[in-house]
């Protein structure tokens, strides 16, 4: 690794999406004789390398020959319309793109969302399926940290127990569930320290499949309402979510049979100095009661 994180594009179909522009119908006509005129096909978003201020992004297209450009679209939220795609937060718009092409990603605070379209004559197609860029995170010590630009912090890749394998570019092997004082003994053996809740609360990764976010960005600062369902911005009722917790593409082969440990205490929120929080599996904060009787996992983490 150097210095980026590949993400095999996290992605959607295109028909999820609503794409109202570019010319993809065909114009009425009484003659038979010649070929009917069809839609054009979507590209397909193979790779995005992220780096910290900006993105390569590659993709591929069955109709080489047909293809006359490509064009690249980004914003820091959904794009669910096409043909308005500017009213969105930070939309960017690429004409005659090739791959693989850079995309600038100055908020790294954000996510990007990126779509493709071919263009072929008057035609252009509808978006490829969604890719993601996170440019706050960085991969460091030959991808066995990340580097959270953001925050200042970086984590390690894997739970105790478990190693990065840059080969399959995720973590093998069993994590191994601790005691609080053997997560500290383990976290000091790596130059790290165990969490607090408010840290391992920012790794808080929300995607519906079409829109993603970082639960803390919406909800800074918040213990009790940092999960996924209630930083919605969309405010979704019937919201339904793929991934809850932490960003797979970075984060990958998160154990969700146990708890994972935070060094913060419950006495600043319920006066009871027995307890630490802990990390239910998914995205949101809660007290274990009491903290010497909990066997849980750790991701070690260390001030740069």
């Not at 802990?278 to 274990?288: K, V």
Request: aromatic share 10%; glycine share 8%; proline share 5%.
């Amino acid at each position: 690794m150097k210095g980026f994180i590949k993400v095999i594009s996290i992605t959607v179909l295109s028909t999820a999406l609503t794409a109202c522009g570019g010319g993809g119908g065909s114009d009425e006509s009484t003659d038979t004789e010649g070929p009917i005129q069809t839609a054009l096909e979507a590209p397909s978003i193979t790779e995005v390398q992220v780096e910290a201020t900006a993105s390569s992004i590659s993709w591929v297209h069955t109709s080489l020959s047909a293809v006359s450009a490509y064009r690249v679209y980004s914003a820091v939220e959904a794009i669910t319309d096409q043909e308005n795609y500017s009213v969105f937060d930070g939309a960017q718009l690429s004409m005659n793109s090739t791959s693989p092409f850079l995309l600038e990603t100055p908020r790294q605070a954000e996510i990007y969302h990126i779509y493709v379209t071919a263009i072929a004559d008057d035609m252009e197609s509808e978006f490829s399926g969604r890719a993601l860029s996170v440019p706050r995170y960085q991969a460091v010590n030959e991808g066995e940290w990340v580097r959270d630009l953001v925050t200042n912090l970086e984590w390690r890749r894997c739970f105790i127990g478990m190693e990065y394998d840059a080969e399959v570019e995720s973590c093998v092997g069993s994590p191994t569930r601790l005691y609080f004082d053997e997560a500290k003994n383990a976290a000091n053996a790596l130059g790290a320290r165990i969490p607090d809740v408010w840290e391992m609360l920012g790794l808080n990764f929300c995607d519906t499949g079409s829109r993603a976010w970082f639960a803390g960005n919406q909800n800074p600062g918040s213990v009790e309402n940092a999960d996924c369902e209630s930083t919605d911005p969309k405010d979704d009722p019937e919201l339904s979510l793929e991934v809850a917790g932490h960003y797979p593409a970075v984060f990958p082969n998160v154990p969700t049979d146990a708890g994972y440990w935070t060094r913060t205490f419950c006495y600043d929120f319920s006066g009871d100095n027995r307890d630490r929080y802990l990390i239910n599996f998914g995205d949101s904060a809660t007290c274990g009661s009491p903290s010497s009787a909990l066997w849980l996992y750790l991701r070690p983490v260390r001030d740069i």
